[in-house]
């Protein structure tokens, strides 16, 4: 359920897009999307999602979603350290410290995409 809506969004947001670029009628090629580890977001569910819909509107009938996953980085607060972690384990990889920062892998947003 989660990817379904994150894929109506994704296709919602292009449609904004092309409105404001006067480009209704284009066709998508491609639409790459990032999303932050921390969004716990299942690449293969959240394409088939898109695959479902996007016959539903004519600017997205042939695009292609290419999604990338963000690691989640954090800072830490003892040592300043920047590192990244697979696992949301919330703690510095560099002294162990639990005082941390998220500093990414929680945001997601379309960062490009190809228009015909
Ligand atoms: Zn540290």
């Known amino acids: 359920?989660?990817?379904?809506?994150?894929?109506?969004?994704?296709i919602s947001i292009i449609e904004d897009e092309l409105?404001?670029?006067n480009k209704l009628a284009c066709q998508v090629n491609k639409v790459y999307f990032n999303t932050g580890r921390l969004n716990a977001v299942v690449p293969e569910s959240l394409?088939?999602?898109?695959?479902?819909?996007?016959k539903e509107r004519k600017f997205t009938?042939?695009?292609?979603?290419?999604?990338?996953e963000i690691p989640i980085t954090i800072k830490c607060?003892?040592?300043?350290?920047?590192?990244?972690?697979?696992e949301p384990v919330f703690k510095c990889q560099n002294c162990s410290s639990r005082?941390?920062?998220?500093?990414?892998?929680?945001?997601?947003?379309?960062?490009s995409m190809d228009i015909e």
């Open 77 to 86: 607060e003892d040592c300043q350290a920047e590192t990244q972690i697979d």
């Open 19 to 21: 409105q404001q670029r």
């Open 99 to 111: 005082q941390i920062k998220v500093i990414a892998g929680k945001k997601m947003y379309i960062e």
């Open 47 to 54: 394409q088939y999602n898109f695959n479902q819909i996007k």
């Open 61 to 68: 009938q042939n695009a292609e979603l290419i999604i990338k």
């Open 1 to 10: 359920m989660h990817e379904l809506t994150i894929a109506q969004n994704i």
